[in-house]
């Protein structure tokens, strides 16, 4: 069964509050059973709180799938990139390093790629996958987009990225502020953006002090 | 016509003629050749065709040709002939031999995977050398009751009709049929009961090879039960249903799941390659600076994605999205989303920027293994 075209996943990692619920949902998908797939990262652990939970973002061309060179990963009718088929993944990397939001894992003893398939199991029977059912902030949500304009009358939702000159859509919603005009996520503008909070430890803390991580 | 389904044509249809060739050659002009089984004759050659030229097409997919050609480039590097062969046996032995690393996805998934594939090698290697002509038994002149195996057209050494090595021999398929029929089981059981397994498994790509292996074996074993038990009731049906069922899957062979048979091989040139990007300059993020995959795998990754028409290259100070780590790559999306919402910070962090970490970092959680761990998510 397809998952329904009415159900998406959206995301919004100014939401999360690094809890770890999502991480430990995910090890009970029977797509990749005990093992988590969702990266849940600090992003400055020594200056900030924030921290980013990452989703397979199912893009519409997925690097991932066109850069192995073992055909193991497919991509279903209804959008979803699956993880890596068992028989076929030579355990070569490609994928790892090549997926623009940096998402797959590498299981080094079973040469085998693993990542987020969106709970297959459980989204294409009409439930909502493990991480966004578990999620107490709703950084990470499944359903309608009329739920989610409902619940978030300021935001709307993005699904086209930047990557220097390549442009990706995924499946998988980003939800941005409603008054950001843009079409596009261009990745790479923050390059040089420090983690949330950040701004405030250098001019409430370290004033006058050499700014942290400077070299 | 495009000059991948040239060449790939071309190679399917010199290699099918080697077939024939060999078939000719191997039979002594077809003197041993079996007439009756022509069929089977016919079906191996066109799968032959299919199979080469599936491949051949694969081999011409950019990442596949890198691979390729890179790790012969490797394995033949001088001064590491010795160690590249070496590696070779070992890989062989434990990734082919005995199927380690699938032993560790699951045990009962091993074995399966074992009883399946032994299975099918011994039926193959009793099976083709009969059907091309390469293999007979004479019984010898001056002793009736001892045969002798022809292989190829050369004698070699004789055993009584009646002993154990006798039994054994020409029992081969049987044994083969059990293992995979074993295998099949195993398979069908798991297919079955694994919601996980069910939820992304396509019938065609998983569940056919099965049913067809599954009638092989089942309509073969049937023959033996046949001429041994029932005095050859049914013979001529259940011989034109084994001949079918090996047929069809002789055909499917370079469609569906099967074809990973001849894929798998591939993971040999990646160990060559994994093995001398461990040991050769690592690519530094430019995010973060910290190390992260080999350069030259970076670098591969970067011709790789420009063929297959991917621009990730950046006008920017990066240069290419790909020259970022993975890490990295996902705590950017987060600060550029983050920054729509406030509007780009006061201040620019300076780069190197601090390395993300895992927020909860014990394996399984975090990285999955040492390749996570230490090499690919610095
Ligand atoms: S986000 Fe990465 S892993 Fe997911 S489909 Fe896209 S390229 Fe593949
Ligand atoms: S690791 Fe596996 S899935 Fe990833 S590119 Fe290599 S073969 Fe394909």
Redesign the pocket.
């Known amino acids: 069964m397809p998952v329904p075209e009415s159900h998406e996943f959206f995301i919004d990692p100014r939401r999360c509050i690094g809890c770890n619920a999502c991480v430990q949902a995910c090890t009970e998908c029977d797509t990749h059973k005990g093992h988590a797939m969702i990266q849940l990262d600090y992003v400055d652990r020594g200056a900030s709180p924030q921290t980013v939970p990452v989703v ?4 519409d061309s ?4 066109e850069v192995c060179p073992a055909d193991a990963i497919k991509r279903t009718g209804d959008g979803v ?1 699956q993880t890596a088929r068992k028989p076929r993944c030579i355990g070569c990397n490609n ?1 790892v390093l090549a ?3 940096g ?2 894992k590498m299981s080094t003893g079973m040469n085998l790629m693993m ?1 987020c398939d969106m709970c297959y199991d459980r989204t294409s029977i009409g439930k909502k996958p493990m991480c966004a059912s578990v999620c107490p902030s709703q950084a990470l949500f499944f359903g309608t987009r009329e739920e989610m304009a409902r619940l978030r009358p300021a935001s709307r939702v993005l699904n086209v990225f930047r990557f220097g000159n390549q442009t990706i859509t995924t499946r998988v919603n980003m939800l941005v502020p409603g008054q950001a005009f843009v079409e596009s996520l261009d990745v790479l503008s923050a390059l040089h953006e420090p983690a949330a909070g950040n701004d405030a430890a250098e001019n409430v803390l370290l004033d006058g002090m050499e700014a942290p991580h400077a070299g | 016509m495009h000059r991948e389904v040239r060449n790939a044509a071309a190679w399917a249809g010199l290699l099918t003629l080697a077939l024939g060739a060999l078939i000719v050659a191997g039979s002594r002009s077809l003197a041993h050749f079996d007439a009756a089984l022509v069929a089977y004759t016919f079906a191996s050659l066109f799968a032959v065709f299919g199979i080469t030229y599936r491949y051949a097409i694969w081999l011409q997919r950019p990442p596949t040709a890198v691979y390729w050609r890179r790790g012969f480039e490797l394995f033949l590097r001088r001064g590491h002939l010795g160690s590249n062969l070496r590696l070779l046996v070992t890989r062989l032995v434990s990734d082919f031999g005995t199927n380690a690393f699938i032993w560790k996805r699951d045990k009962l998934r091993g074995l399966t995977h074992m009883l399946l594939m032994w299975g099918c090698v011994l039926a193959a290697a009793i099976t083709f050398p009969l059907v091309f002509g390469w293999l007979h038994f004479e019984a010898m002149p001056d002793r009736p009751d001892w045969y002798r195996p022809v292989v190829f057209g050369f004698a070699t050494p004789a055993f009584p009709v009646r002993s154990l090595v006798a039994f054994l021999i020409f029992h081969g398929l049987v044994w083969s049929a059990f293992l995979v029929m074993g295998g099949v089981m195993l398979a069908m059981r798991r297919r079955m009961r694994d919601e996980g397994a069910a939820a992304v498994q396509f019938f065609a790509e998983d569940m056919l090879p099965l049913i067809l292996l599954f009638a092989v074996s089942l309509s073969g074993l049937l023959l033996t039960v046949s001429y041994t038990w029932l005095a050859g009731y049914g013979y001529e049906f259940l011989a034109l249903f084994h001949a079918i069922t090996v047929i069809v899957t002789l055909l499917w062979l370079p469609f569906g799941k099967l074809f990973h048979v001849f894929q798998r091989p591939a993971q040999l040139g990646v160990a060559f390659y994994k093995d001398v990007a461990a040991r050769s300059e690592p690519a530094s993020c430019a995010r973060c600076g910290h190390a992260f995959a080999s350069r030259m795998h970076v670098r591969d990754l970067e011709t790789v994605e420009a063929a297959l028409g991917y621009r990730y290259d950046d006008p920017g100070e990066v240069g290419h999205y790909q020259r970022i780590c993975p890490r990295c790559r996902r705590a950017l999306v987060a600060l550029a989303q983050a920054a729509l919402a406030r509007g780009p910070s006061s201040r620019r962090a300076a780069l190197p920027a601090p390395m993300p970490s895992y927020a909860n970092p014990g394996l399984g959680e975090g990285p999955l293994g040492s390749e996570d761990r230490d090499n690919f998510h610095p």
């Not at chain 1, 397979?56 to 893009?59: E, F, L, Q, T």
């Open positions: 397979c973002m199912h893009c997925p690097t991932c799938a990139v994928c997926c623009p939001f998402v797959p990542k």
